[in-house]
């Protein structure tokens, strides 16, 4: 009986199971229906959970724990089989029910509706646990879950109408390939895959519809691995594993709210974290090892192709309607790690580990709010921010090692494009893109134990991208906001101990970037087309330190760091109103902290090289020609560099300390823009501070040794060029820029107190501050520049102190610091439009209305004299033998003007004129007492005859009509006293006339033309033709003179004097007027070039000054008008 029993009892389960089987195959046939209703609530939630190959040691024995293959789910009310909805007891009333499920709703629900796909998968495979008895599990795990469906509804023409709420949700837990030992031996060996996808498209319209078509939706990918991890208490567990983990919340959002009120909107929220424990050792009184490779990612958001064929995450718009077509996207993605680090108290760990995780969310978005109201527009909010804690070694009385090596990269955001052309407060932008890292990777950190750490870690975080909108004809459209934030946080590559051996080494590639290009096109507008940006890029590193109290603490790092938020602005508010302008803001500070060893007691060391590029803000771009307090440009740049690194201190120790640095820092960039046509347009103004801020290359000791060795490259730049115009303008195109350079920075110094400390440091360091600025342009207060630039120092660099030790500092230290148009000394700056500029040195005590001082004409002398020139003692029938004191004939010259006599015309005596020559019979140097090398060439003149010239008679009355020269300023100081000897003093003055500078080519011309007259350039004078019967009795005295002719006095001075911004005649030679009897030229050196010869002598301020090196050469000059 009991063997029937038992064969009935097997049929029947059989049986039993078959019919199971015929259910679930009728179900599964009954929930395919594609004539459905959509149902305007709808949730699917699917929970698979696999539980497989787990294994239990105990002290009783070795067991395999039970195997868990289960789904818990939540079906579709639309895919639910009829028979499962409430049946009445009546079966003559169920055809009716039957048929109440087929009725169309949509006209109630008018097509809206909320759903959600949620899944999540749950693995716990190839676990061991050992307690009291050993555990093995060698195990492959795989599992994959997904919840998808496309939503497609229709809110065109509707009243509330066609809106979706949906909701997308991929969570995957996984608990795979761990070890623990407790009392006992615990091993894993395991392979994992898991993979979650839930969501698909939504798609919906709200075209001519009022508050319809709009879309909510979140969609949230999160993988959470908790794997191949070791743990041992008194005992020893090993992992030897890999996982993958995948989780995809997919889809995209477009609808439309073209010509709609309050229709075609989008609120869309991608989350794509990863929640990581991997590959951790940990022991406590006991052993504990793991080797491992985890990879996770995370996917929230995914794209189709538009209308423009390219990828969007999210496509609406809003042209034509009311509160349409707007977008709001708030975004995060970022993975959470904490793995392959290593924790031992009293026991050994050890861990030699890889992992990789990603995480994107969303994507580009476009919109549009073109002849609308309040929109199409934008508010972008995307995080990108990647977190680790890895790789890590802790130890308490035990030995700990970790080796890690980790990828992790984040995504979030896009580009964002929106028109708003002819609209009113539609197509702005608002974007807030923060990306940055948080790392603490590769320490060693113990207390009485040993820890070694290593870490290699490549990091990338990204958000935002390009935001741009157009604002054509438009009033409050089309403008944008940017606040771009670069921030890594980390610590990473140090070694810590107290009573232990910590070491740390660490490689580390970080790139950290936020948004892009923000721009705006603008014609016509009114209050459209404006940027602010305000990038900013912070952060704070520390790494690759040593430090310790009685340990011997060792780091060696790597790092290279970037932080990308170049990001131009660019604008544009031709012929518009309040259009157009820009606010940029970028500022750069990213600070760190490495290299340092500080040990009190112990021996520490530190080799570190560091390099650092981070980018803010760039070029500004505008106009705003023809246009209302538009194209204007507000630029704010700043960068700093704080850093303290490469420093060695102790106390009672020896301390070491070698550090590289390479640092950037770079914000801002040039501005360009214009007002032309305009009025208060096209005008900048700009600060641009430049701060070094640096502490490195220090050495300090008491009662112990200490060196640094640092080699330090600095560049930083803060702003740039700024370029303007504004023709036939008013109130444009000026600028006020105010750049700055501070240098405060202590650097190379070796201090002790009974001690050695030897510093050895090199740096280079250049600040940029600023650049040149240029303006031109016409109007009512219109292309002024201002500059008002700032520089300071405060620098403490290799300087040794000591007291009762040794203290030696070795640096070298080149500094440039630049501020506004400076380019250093290498490279020429050009001018702006300032006059002419004196050396310093020339008269530098002289003010503006002063003239110099002549009290050095009594060693003229000495100086540059020509010869050849005739002198007045061949003027032989002058009358001058009771001449003692007549003015000199250059008393006058510094004089505002010097009056010319106005003589009547002279009665023509009776020449013969064929008796006169025609020709010149002889050279010029004939004239001369010296004998010239050369023959200068044929005279402008025939040489006049010395001896048939009748005398001129009738010129008495002449005198009473010349002037006084008494009435003319003379010199302050003059040539002292001829007294008796003025005769013999009169052969060597010079003709009022004759040239004292040679004459020089065409090559060697010189805009100036002349110097300050040298009036000791005198000489004696031969080969003059006698001119008798002339009176000078009339003749007045003024101050300390010699005898003078009145006549020929010179219409103009022989040179000219500089004047502040006004160039100088381009002229060969000084043009003299020749001296003139009745029309006669008696100046035979006209157009003659005599030889010359100089002597080398101090001359008085400004009496030879060489005009080309002075004013520049005559190429960029105008003409003066002679005084």
């Given at each position: 009986m009991q063997t029937w029993a038992k064969r009935g009892l097997k049929t029947a389960l059989v049986t039993g199971g078959l019919l199971m089987l015929g259910t679930g195959i009728a179900s599964a046939q009954e929930n395919v229906n594609p004539d459905a209703k959509p149902n305007p609530l709808d949730a699917k939630v699917r929970v698979p959970?696999?539980?497989?190959?787990?294994?239990?040691?105990?002290?009783?024995?070795?067991?395999?724990?039970?195997?868990?293959?289960?789904?818990?789910?939540?079906?579709?009310?639309?895919?639910?089989?009829?028979?499962?909805?409430?049946?009445?007891?009546?079966?003559?009333?169920?055809?009716?029910?039957?048929?109440?499920?087929?009725?169309?709703?949509?006209?109630?629900?008018?097509?809206?509706?909320?759903?959600?796909?949620?899944?999540?998968?749950?693995?716990?495979?190839?676990?061991?646990?050992?307690?009291?008895?050993?555990?093995?599990?060698?195990?492959?795990?795989?599992?994959?879950?997904?919840?998808?469906?496309?939503?497609?509804?229709?809110?065109?023409?509707?009243?509330?109408?066609?809106?979706?709420?949906?909701?997308?949700?991929?969570?995957?837990?996984?608990?795979?390939?761990?070890?623990?030992?407790?009392?006992?031996?615990?091993?894993?060996?395991?392979?994992?895959y898991q993979r979650a996808v839930a969501g698909d498209n939504v798609k919906t319209?709200?075209?001519?519809?009022?508050?319809?078509?709009?879309?909510?939706?979140?969609?949230?990918?999160?993988?959470?691995?908790?794997?191949?991890?070791?743990?041992?208490a008194g005992g020893n567990a090993y992992s030897e594993a890999t996982s993958s983990n995948d989780a995809r919340a997919a889809g995209s959002l477009s609808t439309t709210g073209d010509r709609s009120t309050g229709g075609g909107n989008v609120l869309g929220a991608p989350i794509a974290p990863v929640v990581a424990v991997t590959g951790n050792g940990v022991g406590a009184a006991g052993n504990a090892e793991t080797v491992t490779e985890n990879r996770a990612s995370s996917d929230a958001g995914t794209t189709h192709r538009d209308r423009t064929d390219l990828p969007m995450w999210s496509a609406t718009s809003g042209n034509g309607g009311t509160l349409a077509g707007n977008v709001a996207q708030p975004a995060f993605a970022g993975p959470v790690a904490a793995g392959d680090n290593t924790l031992a108290g009293a026991g050994n760990a050890r861990v030699t580990n890889a992992m990789a995780h990603d995480a994107e969310a969303g994507g580009h978005s476009y919109t549009a709010g073109q002849d609308s109201v309040l929109s199409g527009n934008f508010a972008d909010t995307p995080v990108a921010l990647p977190v680790s804690g890895a790789g890590n070694a802790l130890s308490g009385v035990g030995n700990t090692s970790a080796r890690h090596?980790?990828?992790?990269?984040?995504?979030?955001?896009?580009?964002?494009?929106?028109?708003?052309?002819?609209?009113?407060?539609?197509?702005?932008?608002?974007?807030?893109?923060p990306a940055g890292a948080a790392d603490l990777c590769g320490n060693g950190l113990t207390g009485g134990g040993i820890a070694e750490a290593e870490c290699g870690n490549d990091v990338s975080s990204e958000s935002g991208g390009y935001n741009g909108t157009t604002g054509n004809d438009a009033v409050g459209s089309g403008n944008v906001g940017q606040v771009p934030v670069g921030l890594p946080a980390e610590a990473f590559g140090n070694g810590v101990g107290a009573a232990g051996t910590p070491t740390a080494r660490a490689d580390e590639d970080k790139y950290v970037r936020s948004g892009r290009v923000a721009t705006s096109v603008d014609d016509n507008g009114?209050?459209?087309?404006?940027?602010?940006?305000?990038?900013?890029?912070?952060?704070?590193?520390?790494?690759?330190?040593?430090?310790?109290?009685?340990?011997?603490?060792?780091?060696?790092?790597d790092s290279n760091t970037r932080i990308d938020l170049a990001n131009p602005p660019k604008a544009n508010g031709k012929h518009g109103s309040a259009s157009g302008n820009i606010v940029h803001v970028p500022t750069s500070n990213p600070a760190q902290v490495f290299g340092d060893s500080v040990v009190a007691v112990g021996n520490g060391s530190s080799e570190t090289d560091s390099r650092?590029?981070?980018?803010?803000?760039?070029?500004?771009?505008?106009?705003?020609?023809?246009?209302?307090?538009?194209?204007?440009?507000?630029?704010?740049?700043?960068?700093?560099?704080?850093?303290?690194?490469?420093?060695?201190?102790?106390?009672?120790?020896?301390v070491e300390s070698e550090s590289r640095n390479e640092f950037g820092s770079h914000s801002g960039g040039d501005v360009q823009t214009s007002g032309d046509d305009g009025s208060f347009s096209g005008n900048g103004v700009g600060a641009q501070p430049s701060i070094p801020l640096q502490?490195?290359?220090?050495?300090?000791?008491?009662?112990?040794?200490?060196?640094?060795?640092?080699?330090?490259?600095?560049?930083?730049?803060?702003?740039?060029?700024?370029?303007?115009?504004?023709?036939?303008?008013?109130?444009?195109?000026?600028?006020?820029?105010?750049?700055?350079?501070?240098?405060?920075?202590?650097?190379?110094?070796?201090?002790?107190?009974?001690?050695?400390?030897?510093?050895?440091?090199?740096?280079?360091?250049?600040?940029?501050?600023?650049?040149?600025?240029?303006?031109?342009?016409?109007?009512?207060?219109?292309?002024?520049?201002?500059?008002?630039?700032?520089?300071?120092?405060?620098?403490?660099?290799?300087?040794?102190?000591?007291?009762?030790?040794?203290?030696t500092a070795n640096a070298q230290d080149r500094n440039d610091v630049r501020t506004g148009d400076d380019r250093g000394d290498d490279t020429k700056v050009t001018e702006a439009n300032r006059g002419i500029q004196l050396p310093a040195g020339v008269d530098s005590l002289l003010r503006a209305t002063e003239l110099p001082s002549l009290g050095?004409?009594?060693?003229?002398?000495?100086?540059?004299?020509?010869?050849?020139?005739?002198?007045?003692?061949?003027?032989?029938?002058?009358?001058?033998?009771?001449?003692?004191?007549?003015?000199?004939?250059?008393?006058?010259?510094?004089?505002?003007?010097?009056?010319?006599?106005?003589?009547?015309?002279?009665?023509?005596?009776?020449?013969?004129?064929?008796?006169?020559?025609?020709?010149?019979?002889?050279?010029?140097?004939?004239?001369?007492?010296?004998?010239?090398?050369?023959?200068?060439?044929?005279?402008?003149?025939?040489?006049?005859?010395?001896?048939?010239?009748?005398?001129?008679?009738?010129?008495?009355?002449?005198?009473?009509?010349?002037?006084?020269?008494?009435?003319?300023?003379?010199?302050?100081?003059g040539l002292p006293a001829a007294g008796e000897g003025?005769?013999?003093?009169?052969?060597?003055?010079?003709?009022?006339?004759?040239?004292?500078?040679?004459?020089?080519?065409?090559?060697?011309?010189?805009?100036?033309?002349?110097?300050?007259?040298?009036?000791?350039?005198?000489?004696?004078?031969?080969?003059?033709?006698?001119?008798?019967?002339?009176?000078?009795?009339?003749?007045?005295?003024?101050?300390?003179?010699?005898?003078?002719?009145?006549?020929a006095a010179p219409a103009g001075l022989p040179f000219v004097l500089p004047v502040p911004g006004v160039a100088q005649p381009r002229s060969e030679s000084p043009a003299l007027p020749p001296l003139s009897l009745s029309g006669l030229n008696v100046n035979p050196l006209q157009g003659g070039v005599g030889p010359t010869r100089f002597t080398d002598t101090q001359a008085p301020a400004l009496a030879d000054m060489d005009a080309r090196s002075l004013f520049n050469a005559h190429e960029i000059t105008t003409v003066l008008p002679r005084i």
């Open positions: 959970v696999d539980v497989d190959h787990n294994n239990l040691g105990t002290p009783v024995g070795n067991h395999d724990l039970p195997a868990i293959h289960h789904e818990i789910s939540t079906p579709s009310a639309a895919d639910r089989p009829i028979r499962e909805l409430a049946g009445p007891a009546n079966p003559l009333v169920r055809s009716a029910q039957e048929r109440l499920t087929g009725v169309d709703t949509s006209g109630l629900t008018r097509g809206n509706t909320a759903d959600a796909d949620v899944v999540v998968p749950v693995n716990a495979c190839g676990n061991a646990i050992a307690a009291g008895g050993d555990a093995y599990s060698e195990a492959v795990c795989v599992q994959s879950a997904s919840s998808t469906g496309e939503i497609r509804r229709d809110g065109s023409y509707g009243t509330l109408a066609g809106n979706v709420a949906h909701g997308a949700a991929a969570v995957s837990p996984q608990v795979n390939g761990n070890a623990v030992a407790v009392l006992a031996n615990a091993e894993s060996r395991a392979t994992s319209s709200g075209q001519d519809g009022s508050l319809s078509g709009n879309i909510a939706a979140v969609q949230g990918a999160l993988p959470a691995p908790v794997t191949n991890n070791a743990v041992a090596a980790n990828e992790a990269t984040a995504v979030t955001g896009g580009d964002t494009y929106t028109n708003g052309d002819r609209s009113v407060l539609s197509a702005n932008s608002a974007n807030l893109p009114t209050v459209s087309s404006n940027v602010v940006s305000a990038p900013t890029a912070l952060g704070g590193q520390v790494f690759g330190n040593s430090g310790g109290a009685v340990a011997n603490p060792t780091s060696k790092t650092l590029d981070s980018r803010s803000g760039g070029a500004a771009t505008t106009t705003g020609d023809e246009g209302s307090l538009s194209g204007n440009v507000l630029s704010l740049p700043q960068a700093s560099s704080p850093q303290v690194f490469g420093s060695a201190v102790g106390a009672g120790s020896n502490l490195f290359g220090d050495a300090v000791t008491a009662a112990g040794n200490g060196y640094s060795q640092t080699d330090n490259t600095t560049g930083l730049i803060a702003g740039g060029e700024h370029l303007t115009s504004a023709e036939d303008s008013a109130w444009s195109g000026n600028l006020v820029t105010a750049p700055a350079g501070v240098t405060p920075s202590v650097a190379g110094d070796a201090v002790t107190v009974a001690g050695l400390a030897d510093a050895a440091t090199g740096s280079r360091s250049t600040s940029q501050s600023g650049g040149v600025t240029t303006t031109d342009g016409s109007g009512a207060v219109s292309a002024h520049d201002v500059e008002l630039p700032t520089e300071a120092f405060a620098r403490l660099f290799g300087v040794p102190i000591d007291v009762v030790g040794t203290a050095l004409l009594s060693r003229l002398s000495q100086y540059t004299v020509p010869l050849g020139t005739p002198g007045i003692d061949d003027l032989r029938g002058l009358p001058i033998q009771g001449l003692t004191q007549l003015p000199m004939p250059g008393g006058a010259l510094l004089s505002r003007a010097v009056p010319k006599p106005e003589a009547p015309k002279l009665p023509k005596p009776d020449m013969i004129v064929g008796a006169l020559p025609t020709v010149v019979n002889g050279p010029v140097w004939a004239l001369s007492q010296a004998k010239p090398p050369r023959v200068v060439g044929a005279l402008s003149q025939a040489e006049l005859p010395t001896r048939q010239l009748p005398a001129l008679g009738g010129v008495s009355d002449l005198t009473d009509q010349l002037p006084r020269l008494g009435d003319v300023e003379q010199v302050r100081h003025a005769r013999a003093a009169l052969g060597t003055l010079p003709l009022g006339a004759v040239p004292t500078r040679s004459v020089q080519t065409d090559s060697d011309e010189r805009s100036f033309g002349g110097t300050l007259p040298v009036v000791d350039d005198l000489v004696t004078t031969q080969g003059i033709p006698v001119v008798d019967d002339v009176p000078l009795h009339d003749l007045t005295q003024g101050g300390r003179a010699v005898s003078s002719l009145p006549v």
